[in-house]
């Protein structure tokens, strides 16, 4: 049973238009999300974060969306750039202990057209 | 920031042959570091949490005997892949977390390339 769902497997955006990526959670009891950016053959890339008592977080051009409700958050990137070109998978965590894994999406490729 | 190195960065080995994979937190303590698995367009599956002191706990349908996980340091963790098949061709990575950053603080490898011929 996935807990975490990226159901959109690629997108393609126009450089300079907004990037938005999706993902759904079953599991209540996360309480932290997060957003890994990761090229071909090198490990992940931590993107930005997002605890259960925000809605909304935002470092530059990234925003991160928490809609608890639904499940849902989402991470928009804007101006999206040709660099942004990459698969971005969406994690959550139970706790902060670090004792407890990440649980992954299974990503979105994301494609920026210059 | 936190440095998480992996070594090597990809590996070819013959069927039946061991390999091991190094993830070491350079300047900080990790006494819990996770392995994860990575098909071809797929997620990121975690193995097993590798503890400092003691044993890994694995997940289900991860083998303890072909998998051996070795934490025998704070800032060290070893992933021995025994008698390789080319089933286990893969990319693994590791991933520690510097409590020091909070839970932002999960921070990766760059990530093994096993290739089993």
């Known amino acids: 049973d996935q807990q975490v769902k990226q159901n959109s497997p690629s997108l393609s955006v126009q450089e300079g238009r907004i990037s938005i990526l999706n993902c759904d959670y079953t599991?209540?009891?996360?309480?932290?999300f997060l957003w890994y950016k990761k090229y071909p053959a090198e490990g992940p890339t931590f993107l930005i974060s997002?605890?259960?008592?925000?809605d909304k977080n935002e470092d530059g051009r990234f925003t991160v969306f928490l809609n608890k409700s639904a499940k849902h958050l989402s991470l928009h990137i804007v101006p999206s750039q040709p660099g942004d070109s990459a698969v971005y998978f969406c994690?959550?965590?139970?706790?902060?202990?670090?004792?407890?894994?990440?649980?992954f999406g299974k990503g979105t490729r994301l494609s920026v057209i210059a | 920031g936190a440095v998480v190195s992996q070594h090597p960065s990809w590996v070819i080995c013959k069927s039946g042959t061991s390999v091991k994979i190094e993830c070491r937190s350079l300047?900080?303590?990790?006494?819990?570091m996770f392995w994860y698995r990575q098909f071809p367009k797929k997620s990121l599956m975690l193995m097993a949490t590798?503890?400092?002191?003691?044993?890994?706990?694995?997940e289900q349908g991860v083998e303890k005997d072909k998998f051996l996980i070795n934490h025998a340091s704070l800032t060290l963790s070893t992933l021995t892949v025994t008698s390789a098949h080319p089933e286990d061709s893969s990319f693994y990575i590791c991933?520690?977390?510097?409590?020091?950053?909070?839970?932002?603080?999960?921070?990766f490898g760059s990530g093994t390339r096993l290739t089993v011929v």
């Open positions: 991933s520690a977390r510097d409590r020091g950053q909070g839970n932002i603080g999960y921070t």
């Open positions: 599991n209540s009891m996360f309480d932290y």
């Open positions: 997002i605890s259960s008592i925000k």
């Open positions: 994690a959550a965590s139970q706790g902060y202990s670090g004792n407890t894994p990440l649980v």
């Open positions: 300047d900080f303590q990790a006494t819990t």
């Open positions: 590798s503890n400092e002191g003691s044993k890994a706990t694995y």
